[in-house]
């Protein structure tokens, strides 16, 4: 126990001296529609390590989330997301691009999250509408009400949801029902054997149904070749993210990338 303990700790001090110091970059990951058009972007957390190099989230979002890391973390993302979208905002190539961030369970059951998000994007002067934030079913389960009625003060000042990972969490269809959401995202778990594996398909086509009926959009990633895209075209899906149209890149890569191929 002790030894934990002393593990968070130490963890603790090198992420909020990350923040400090600027160690934190975030990659962008193209979203297209199926006439190839840039239609915005993942932000996603990279950690250019001292010692350890480049860290990707999966070592240590979990636990800055336990710790009280997670405060700074969100402001810095936010802000930083904020500010770019600032930037591009009268650039036309980027300026309707809509930038989608992660949001944790812990993250987002912060008591004061929807004034922390809404002071940011006053603060940088930005179209609200160009900020999506992207919730998992893991951070709906507890407290429904409350987690309904901060996703409504943030919609209702222009800020899109999107479910991340659908289909992976508990998918209740009665909460599915209550939640003020804008787009299911299909996990790439489904997409990823989606041509081999006929339970794939059938939940990949099951989910774009559901986001008809619900009348949300629907966004596969995870897609990685164009047989994946071509059978989720076929299925009425007309969003998607994946290695086939680009990996996660750093700004400047991600700016060229818009400008090159997906210029509108
Ligand atoms: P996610 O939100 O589901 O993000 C998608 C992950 O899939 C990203 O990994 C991305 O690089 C990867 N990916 C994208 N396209 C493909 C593809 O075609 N094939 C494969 N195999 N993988 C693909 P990444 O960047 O390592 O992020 C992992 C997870 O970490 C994210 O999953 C998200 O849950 C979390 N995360 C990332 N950035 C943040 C952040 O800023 N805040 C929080 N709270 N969580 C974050
Ligand atoms: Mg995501
Ligand atoms: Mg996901």
């Not at 599915?176 to 006929?198: E, H, Y």
Request: aromatic share 8%; with cysteine; net charge negative.
């Amino acid at each position: 126990m002790e030894s934990i303990a002393l593990k968070r700790s130490i963890f603790e001090k090198d992420f909020l001296a990350g923040i400090e110091q600027n160690q934190f970059v975030l990659y962008y990951q193209i979203q297209v529609t199926d006439n190839a058009q840039a239609i915005g972007a993942e932000a996603l957390l990279r950690w250019q390590h001292p010692h350890h190099g480049m860290m990707l989230p999966g070592d240590f979002i979990q636990l800055a989330e336990e710790t009280r890391a997670v405060l700074p973390l969100t402001q810095w993302i936010i802000e930083a997301v904020c500010n770019q979208l600032a930037q591009w905002s009268n650039q036309p190539e980027f300026s309707h691009l809509v930038i989608a961030i992660n949001i944790s369970p812990q993250q987002f059951r912060q008591h004061d999250f929807v004034d922390q998000v809404l002071s940011i994007v006053r603060k940088a002067g930005i179209n609200p509408q160009r900020l999506k934030l992207e919730l998992t079913e893991h951070s709906l389960i507890r407290n429904m009400d409350e987690m309904v009625d901060k996703m409504s003060a943030l919609r209702h000042a222009g800020i899109s949801f999107s479910l991340d990972d659908f289909g992976t969490g508990f998918s209740s269809l009665s909460y599915l029902k209550r939640l003020p959401l804008d787009q299911l995202k299909i996990d790439q778990s489904f997409v990823r054997d989606v041509l081999t594996d006929p339970n794939d398909a059938a939940i990949a086509k099951a989910i774009i149904t559901l986001a008809e009926s619900l009348e949300l959009g629907v966004l596969a990633e995870g897609v990685e070749t164009k047989e994946q895209r071509d059978f989720l075209v076929k299925s009425g899906c007309h969003a998607y993210q994946g290695y086939l149209f680009s990996k996660p890149l750093p700004l400047e890569s991600f700016e060229a990338l818009v400008r090159k191929k997906f210029s509108v």
